[in-house]
T-cell receptor, first 113, second 113 residues
Framework: AQSVSQHNHHVILSEAASLELGCNYSYGGTVNLFWYVQYPGQHLQLLLKYFSGDPLVKGIKGFEAEFIKSKFSFNLRKPSVQWSDTAEYFC???????????FGKGTRLHILP | SAVISQKPSRDICQRGTSLTIQCQVDSQVTMMFWYRQQPGQSLTLIAT?????????ESGFVIDKFPISRPNLTFSTLTVSNMSPEDSSIYLC??????????FGPGTRLTVT
């Protein structure tokens, strides 16, 4: 069965630090990949997605993610984080066979002002 | 995009009782999804609800425990039956497509005592 692994459960950074959140998935076929974000007290919302084409995708608020097929990875990055990036981040995968999305356990990011 | 509301936003229930969670969408959608997010865990898909047909349940979830209704294209309910403390969780409704984007409701936080 497909699965998604997020390496860090809780990350604490200072403002202006660089961010990289790891995500690996297990599925050998074609995948659609997502990062969702949940800010405190808000709904889960899409941050960025990869379907095909350029493996480096850019999302909202300066986030980007790189799909490395050989590593089954889709890591999320941001060069300089802000206090407002404090949130929980979920990596997710869809295998194109159906409309199901498999989520990772999430990474809770805390930015110190 | 879609705007989703859920009722109730939170509830505290006694063991052995049932709770029905409502999900309302501001536009007509074909597929609606119900997820569970247990403390410290990822979002787990409970079932997919299409209007006019029986809901499709994921492995580990059964209709007797989580009956779902989908009377029209903008509304669905999920009932958590014969509750136990293990059912304490956040229950989320979502709509959309895994191929494009899923939109999530605010969730219902259930505590079973």
């Amino acid at each position: 069965a497909q699965s998604v692994s997020q390496h860090n459960h809780h990350v604490i950074l200072s403002e202006a630090a660089s961010l990289e959140l790891g995500c690996n998935y297990s599925y050998g076929g074609t995948v659609n990949l997502f990062w969702y974000v949940q800010y405190p007290g808000q709904h889960l919302q899409l941050l960025l997605k990869y379907f095909s084409g350029d493996p480096l995708v850019k999302g909202i608020k300066g986030f980007e993610a790189e799909f490395i097929k050989s590593k089954f990875s889709f890591n999320l990055r941001k060069p300089s984080v802000q206090w407002s990036d404090t949130a929980e981040y979920f990596c997710a995968v869809n295998t194109n066979r159906d409309d199901k999305i498999i989520f990772g356990k999430g990474t809770r990011l805390h930015i110190l002002p | 995009s879609a705007v989703i509301s859920q009722k109730p936003s939170r509830d505290i229930c006694q063991r052995g009782t049932s709770l029905t969670i409502q999900c309302q969408v501001d536009s007509q959608v074909t597929m609606m999804f119900w997820y569970r997010q247990q403390p410290g865990q990822s979002l787990t898909l409970i079932a997919t609800a299409n209007q006019g047909s029986e809901a499709t349940y994921e492995s580990g979830f059964v209709i007797d425990k989580f009956p779902i209704s989908r009377p029209n294209l903008t509304f669905s309910t999920l009932t958590v039956s014969n509750m136990s403390p293990e059912d304490s969780s956040i229950y989320l409704c979502s709509v959309g497509s895994a191929v494009y984007e899923q939109y999530f409701g605010p969730g219902t936080r259930l505590t079973v005592t």
